[in-house]
């Protein structure tokens, strides 16, 4: 089993581009989310999907879009990036009951300049 | 979603144990307490969780009090490879439960050789 996998895992962007990152699960999990983490911060959780084809907002979800289109796929997408877009981003994958553990991925280290 | 305290920043010496504070007064009876930890430059990991009773596996046990407004994670002897930041979370478990974590700040553990 790979986990959760990350794509890209390092990006430079100029302000104004757009990207789309991908998260892959190969543990059938239900629940997908996607967090940011700046320096010096704990993650902040920017959308999630409690299934496919379903998406829900987190705390920051401003400038930031996602889909599931696939049970085991979840994109996060950046239509115009911003510099205050640069962070860290960890994707993860659970399932329904409340004692389930969050699977991390490595994380993708995104700049916009 | 309930909040929790925890102290910014602990030290240990290798090989002794460690104990990390973690206040949620607010959480309600069904919440789950949740401990992650992150190591740097890496995505969060599972460490425990517990609803009521004391939990103990391979990384570590959870303490949690009668009255379940504390717990702490205890450590019981800590190495090099355990400097990380500490998270505790409450995971909601009633109708509706999407699995979302709430990060806190953490507690950032240096463990001295």
């Known amino acids: 089993n790979a986990g959760v996998t990350q794509t890209p895992k390092f990006r430079v962007l100029k302000t104004g581009q757009s990207m789309t990152l991908l998260c892959a699960q190969d543990m059938n999990h239900e629940y997908m989310y996607w967090y940011r983490q700046d320096p010096g911060m704990g993650l902040r959780l920017i959308h999630y999907?409690?299934?496919?084809?379903?998406?829900a907002k987190g705390e920051v979800p401003d400038g930031y879009n996602v889909s599931r289109l696939k049970k085991q796929n979840f994109l996060l997408g950046l239509e115009s990036a911003a510099p205050s877009q640069t962070s860290v981003y960890f994707c993860?994958?659970?399932?329904?009951?409340?004692?389930?553990?969050?699977?991390f991925g490595p994380g993708t280290r995104l700049t916009v300049l | 979603d309930a909040k929790t305290t925890q102290p910014n920043s602990m030290e240990s010496n290798e090989e002794e144990p460690v104990h990390l504070p973690c206040n949620h007064s607010t959480i309600s009876g069904t919440d789950y307490i949740h401990w992650y930890r992150q190591l740097p430059s890496q995505g969060p990991e599972y460490v425990i969780h517990?609803?009521?009773s004391n939990v103990n596996n391979r990384m570590a046990s959870l303490a949690i009090a009668e009255d379940r407004k504390s717990s702490t994670l205890i450590l019981h002897r800590a190495t090099l490879r355990d400097a990380a930041v500490y998270y505790c979370i409450l995971r909601v478990s009633h109708s509706g439960n999407t699995g979302k974590l709430i990060f806190g700040q953490g507690t950032t553990l240096q463990v001295k050789p």
């Open positions: 999907s409690v299934g496919e084809g379903t998406t």
């Open positions: 993860a994958s659970t399932d329904p009951f409340p004692g389930d553990e969050q699977f």
């Open positions: 517990g609803l009521t």
